[in-house]
């Protein structure tokens, strides 16, 4: 059962007793941990080499030097205090479109559902910012990524074979359609 605790935070409660909150990405050592939480993860599940870290870095990067704070923003999941997840929704390539970028929840918060919590914030910031598309990229092996983007609706645009970070990939393009209602879901 999820609930508000601060503005902009969610604190969710599960039977194990383990405390679950989102909230935005404003404190010190969010951008980093952002960094080093893809490069560790990515490469003890998939074995992707620091070429991966070096993508998010930038990504992160020119988020932390250039965000419009109005159209642009990220999240932070935390267990019992330690950071365990995290997402941006940034400004697309035209005005009526956002990406959702760098989705990710470590071992330690899974099964908490703080990958469909953090997406759900994204969505809704994209609407109340007056986003009409949401656009992402991702790879075939990130199962569980894609199953979250489905349910919201999330279709496969097109995909691509690729050679990055140490592996042979398939990348994929996703899009939402915010203008559909497929926000109205049961989580």
């Known amino acids: 059962m999820w609930f508000d605790h601060k503005p902009g935070e969610q604190r969710m409660y599960q039977q194990d007793q383990k405390q679950a909150v989102i909230r935005r ?27 991966f870290e070096v993508l998010v870095a930038r990504i992160v990067a ?32 035209r005005p009526e479109v956002a990406k959702l970028r760098i989705l990710l929840v470590t071992p330690e918060g899974r099964s908490l559902r703080l990958g469909t919590q953090l997406v759900e914030k994204c969505l809704a910031f994209a609407r109340e910012a007056g986003y009409e598309q949401v656009t992402l ?48 879901r049961e989580i």
């Open 62 to 93: 020119d988020y932390g030097t250039k965000h419009d704070p109005a159209r642009e923003t990220g999240w932070i999941a935390e267990v019992d205090g330690r950071r365990v997840g995290c997402v941006f929704l940034v400004a697309g390539d």
């Open 137 to 184: 990229w991702t790879n075939d092996v990130l199962t569980a990524a894609r199953k979250i983007y489905q349910s919201f609706g999330f279709t496969l645009v097109d995909e691509e074979h690729h050679h990055s970070y140490g592996q042979d990939l398939v990348g994929r393009n996703w899009t939402l359609d915010l203008r559909t209602g497929a926000m109205d």
């Open 25 to 51: 990405a404003d404190r010190p050592g969010d951008l980093g941990w952002m960094v080093m939480a893809h490069g560790e993860a990515y490469e003890q599940q998939f074995g992707w080499n620091t070429d």
